[in-house]
């Protein structure tokens, strides 16, 4: 079985500032990795994924996030934080074995100030 | 290209009445899922399926749900008879067969049961 904890259901920072968003997972066999944004009232977006390959995933809107065996974690981050990458996050995790679907972790809402 | 597309994407309905709601995958993708997400439980796993068979139905909350795919391109799931705490958004989600492929999720139907 797979799960994923997010650390801290909100974070909030100025604008310019850096976003850490933070995500650890479980899984006994090789994971698949994903970061998810949820703008209000929408559906879920793809902001990046990590699927063995380089273990720094860049994605979109200026987010990345690295993949840490060892601390079997896949943070994502920001250097500057724009009002707009206000939203509600997700990271989740699937693998090749067993259930096929992503499972979620519970979200952090990301807060910008200005 | 289109993705994936559901309706309603809004509904409010008297308790005990059913409640249908349709999706219609990226055309290609092997899996289609149904998800749920309310406030206290995050997005949840319904079921999903593979090449229109239901592969795994074991988050479907009670006899009250059913879910179907008749083909490749249409999906329903629906509520008989509802109450209100079904209430949630359900999101619908499609994603190619292979390894790590991300998952698209459609806007979601916006489910209000009074």
């Known amino acids: 079985a797979q799960s994923v904890t997010q650390l801290g259901s909100h974070v909030s920072v100025s604008e310019g500032a850096l976003v850490l968003l933070r995500c650890n997972y479980s899984s006994s066999v090789p994971p698949y990795l994903f970061w998810y944004v949820q703008y209000p009232n929408q559906g879920l977006q793809l902001l990046l994924k990590y699927t063995s390959a380089a273990t720094l995933v860049k994605g979109i809107n200026g987010f990345e996030a690295e993949f840490k065996k060892s601390e079997t974690s896949f943070h994502l981050t920001k250097p500057s934080a724009h009002m707009r990458d206000a939203a509600e996050y997700f990271c989740a995790v699937n693998t090749d074995t067993g259930r096929r679907a992503l499972t979620f972790g519970s979200g952090t809402r990301l807060q910008v100030q200005p | 290209d289109a993705g994936v597309i559901q309706s309603p994407r809004h509904e409010v309905t008297e308790m005990g009445q059913e409640v249908t709601l349709r999706c219609k995958p990226i055309?290609?993708?092997?899996?289609l899922f149904w998800y749920r997400q309310t406030m206290m439980r995050g997005l949840e796993l319904l079921i999903y399926?593979?090449?229109?068979?239901?592969?795994?139905d074991s988050g479907m909350p009670e006899d009250r749900f059913s879910a179907k795919m008749p083909n490749a391109s249409f999906s329903t799931l629906k509520i008989q008879p509802s109450e209100p705490r079904d209430s949630a958004v359900y999101f619908c989600a499609s994603r190619p067969g292979g390894s790590g492929n991300t998952i698209y999720f459609g806007e979601g139907s916006w489910l209000t049961v009074v």
């Open positions: 399926f593979n090449n229109n068979v239901p592969i795994d």
């Open positions: 055309s290609g993708h092997d899996y």
